[in-house]
């Protein structure tokens, strides 16, 4: 597609498993990779409320985990704005609930930006994704 890539890896807590994307993704071609600390964020606004209000899913665990999509998203549109990009990407196949949560985020935050999504687009699955990347030198892990 062209253009400047800057990739963004939010920590929420993870903190060491954060450094080795950095450098898989400069290592990838990526133009920038920024790694924002949002796990203060993450707790407070997001985590903490939805344990104080008993959210679970399907009654067994917090709901904590999808609820930070909304906030990757939110840092994703910030990142776009500061450095001028006119779109967002992200990974998600046409499976699963993320993809909604990251779609819906980021036109809600800046309808301006188009939102990519290679993987669903081509039809891809985890698997096949992670396949492509692999016939290109990205290593899954």
Not at 96 to 101: C, E, F, K, L, S
């Amino acid at each position: 597609m062209g253009g400047e890539v800057i990739t963004l890896a939010a920590d929420l807590g993870q903190g060491d498993e954060l450094e080795p994307i950095r450098d898989k993704a400069l290592k990838s071609g990526a133009d920038k990779a920024l790694v924002v600390d949002a796990t203060e964020n993450f707790v407070r606004d997001y985590a903490f409320p939805a344990i104080q209000a008993n959210a679970l899913y399907e009654n067994r665990y917090p709901l904590s985990t999808a609820l930070a999509r909304p906030l990757i998203a939110k840092l994703l549109v910030e990142a776009a704005e500061e450095y001028g990009a006119d779109a967002v990407a992200h990974g998600c196949t046409g499976k699963g609930n993320d993809q909604v949560r990251f779609d819906v985020a980021i036109v809600a935050l800046n309808p301006a930006l188009k939102v990519l999504a290679p993987a669903r687009e081509w039809g891809m699955s985890r698997e096949e994704t992670i396949a492509y990347g692999e016939r290109f030198g990205i290593a899954s892990r």
